[in-house]
């Protein structure tokens, strides 16, 4: 079966940090991206990082310096390093891998895409 499995979310204090990890099953990141995306109560969904299989990672202008990328081909999972939380970075995340990723636009029926897992950050 081919499915991404997240886990790592729950709740910090502002300033703190969380590790979001995204198992695949049935594929591997070697040869698609992958990606995380967010969504808050009212607001858009965002596109907050990706990854390439050569390593290449984009990030959002509202995480770039805080939060990191990173793949385990091995272990067939990607994390996403969350560093200095801000009470805005509260959200769902959702882990999502395709050729290419940054084009999903948030749309669940391309793709792959894992459960969600919930972030809250206070101040």
């Known amino acids: 079966e081919v499915q991404l499995v997240e886990s790592g979310g729950g709740s910090v204090q502002a300033g703190g940090s969380l590790i979001l990890s995204c198992t695949a099953s049935?594929?591997?990141?070697?040869?698609?991206?992958m990606g995380w995306y967010r969504q808050a109560p009212g607001d858009e969904c965002e596109l907050v990082s990706t990854i390439s299989p050569d390593g290449s990672a984009y990030y959002s202008d509202s995480v770039k310096g805080r939060f990191t990328i990173s793949l385990d081909n091995a272990k067939k999972t990607g994390y996403l390093h969350m560093n200095t939380l801000k009470p805005e970075d509260t959200a769902v995340y959702y882990c999502a891998a395709d050729g290419w990723v940054a084009g999903l636009g948030c749309n669940r029926n391309l793709g792959y895409w894992g459960q969600g897992t919930q972030v809250t950050v206070s101040s």
């Open positions: 049935g594929f591997t990141f070697r040869e698609i991206d």
